[in-house]
């Protein structure tokens, strides 16, 4: 079974790809808005922060490393969180433009999506008649026609450039049954390496579905396909953020919040700041006798590098 730990890491997924500006007036999109908010977050007990980017005038997701550039040495000099660059960019993105940040970076951990997948956000289109900007409508609707490309080829070439090149481990994504599969393929191939920190994730259309058995058939797979060479986390879309999240944490796993996975603190109630989800999962946990786990002791935990080793 996974490797059970005596303290949990809440990772902070501080702006991804999917929610629009018009979604939320408090979605981190300048750099400045990501050191604030990633300094708080941390402050509040995230032990890992992912990161993407985005254009600080219109919110689009890129892959610039000349806008990774603008808050990742500030937020590595102002707190001590693990920095977790994406790997998935952003629906617009091919896989060199996803890549540049994070091989300019050489940072401790990135994600990497294990799998190709219909990403379907188009639903999400219909719910809003106006917008900021005009990229975001057909950014959305446009995803009823997309594959997320992670080939076999593509992701070896990540782990070899990333992982061999520069130290870099990995928080594996798995948005269905077949990505651990695909996942455990890499492991006996002998291009990962334990423990692999394996983020099981629920509600995203086009993965699998956000229903307690689910959590638990992911689990029990990762169990079986891993033994004790894996830690487990797990994230949930929308309504299902902190619910899952609890659940996962009572099972022996960790957590993952943060705006890019829910824009809400609770039904109704739209989160003003990523620190407020990361407070609110801690209270949660703390209120169960769990303890959170600081960034040095995840560090440890998952093998990292530290950050003294990257290149920024």
């Known amino acids: 079974m996974a490797k059970r730990t005596n303290k949990v890491i809440i990772s902070c997924a501080m702006t991804g790809a999917i929610h629009t500006p018009t979604m939320s007036d408090y979605l981190p999109i300048t750099p400045e808005d990501l050191i604030r908010q990633g300094v708080d977050a941390a402050a509040a007990g995230a032990t890992i922060l992912h990161l993407h980017a985005r254009d600080p005038k219109t919110g689009m997701p890129v892959g610039d490393p000349e806008v990774f550039k603008q808050f990742l040495p500030q937020l590595k000099a102002q707190c001590n969180a693990v920095l977790n660059l994406t790997t998935g960019g952003g629906l617009n993105m091919q896989l060199q433009d996803r890549l540049k940040a994070a091989v300019w970076a050489q940072p401790e951990m990135c994600s ?24 975001e409508k057909p950014y959305l609707e446009g995803t009823d026609d997309f594959i997320f490309r992670n080939t076999f080829k593509d992701i070896e070439g990540i782990l070899k450039t990333l992982g061999e090149g520069f130290g870099t481990r990995f928080e594996y994504e798995c948005y269905d049954i077949g990505h651990l599969y695909n996942l455990a393929h890499f492991l006996d191939r002998g291009l990962v390496k334990p423990p692999l920190f394996v983020q099981s994730i629920f509600g995203i259309l086009g993965g699998i579905g956000a229903d307690p058995d689910n959590l638990i058939f992911m689990k029990r797979t990762a169990d079986r396909l891993f033994g004790d060479d894996y830690i487990w986390s797990v994230l949930a879309a929308g309504r299902h953020q902190m619910s899952f999240c609890t659940q996962a944490a009572l099972l022996g796993g960790n957590v993952r919040v943060g705006l890019e996975d829910s824009l809400f603190l609770g039904k109704g109630e739209p989160a003003k700041t990523n620190a407020e989800q990361v407070a609110k999962i801690r209270h949660l946990l703390e209120t169960l006798s769990l303890e959170i786990a600081s960034p040095d002791e995840a560090r440890e935990m998952l093998d990292l590098k530290g950050a003294d080793n990257v290149a920024f």
């Not at 294990?114 to 990403?119: A, L, R």
């Open 112 to 135: 990497l999506n294990m799998g190709s997948m219909n990403f379907g956000l188009f639903p999400v289109a219909r719910r809003y008649t106006t917008w900021k900007y005009d990229w």
